[in-house]
């Protein structure tokens, strides 16, 4: 797992969602896109993927513009390809219509120095489901800061 290297990730989804099914793609970018990622200038925030003529695209996915692009640069907020296998984008998309779901992508990472995304199924939380998330992670940081206490001690 060293030659993974996680550039952006979509904290807001496990906050908002029930994640399940993860499935790694690529995606189709082009060049002063790669290189802003490349230097943090992405964001997944209100990103998701819908399907169309068996084809996956990804919405919304912000990356800025590319310092150095001058006239060549990119649109930010362009609707992207995603690469993926017909069985896959099939599966995935009749998952999703089966469990009245969305796909939201959840990290983007380099492998082997390819950019790739995760994406998954997502089934929206209600509002005691997202106070029982913030509970579960304040009593682990709590648990955490007793352990490390005693063990100072």
């Given at each position: 797992m060293s030659?993974?290297?996680?550039?952006?990730?979509?904290s807001k989804a496990k906050y908002l969602y029930f994640l399940e099914d993860f499935l790694e793609c690529g995606i189709e970018l082009k060049g002063?896109?790669?290189?802003?990622?490349?230097?943090?200038?992405?964001?997944l925030r209100d990103s998701y993927v819908i399907f169309k003529n068996e084809e996956a695209f990804?919405?919304?996915?912000?990356?800025?513009?590319?310092?150095?692009?001058?006239?060549?640069?990119?649109?930010?907020?362009?609707?992207?390809?995603?690469?993926l296998h017909k069985k896959e984008i099939v599966k995935m998309e009749q998952k999703a219509k089966e469990k009245a779901m969305t796909v939201v992508p959840t990290k983007v990472y380099l492998k082997k120095g390819k950019l790739k995304i995760e994406i998954a199924l997502a089934k929206g939380k209600k509002l005691f489901d997202k106070?029982?998330?913030?509970?579960?992670?304040?009593?682990?940081?709590?648990?955490?800061?007793?352990?490390?206490?005693i063990e100072h001690q």
């Open positions: 030659d993974i290297k996680i550039l952006v990730n979509n002063s896109e790669i290189k802003s990622i490349r230097h943090n200038g992405a964001s990804l919405l919304n996915m912000h990356i800025a513009p590319y310092e150095h692009g001058a006239n060549f640069n990119h649109e930010p907020d362009r609707t992207r390809k995603l690469l106070r029982e998330t913030i509970k579960k992670r304040d009593d682990e940081r709590m648990m955490a800061k007793m352990k490390k206490g």
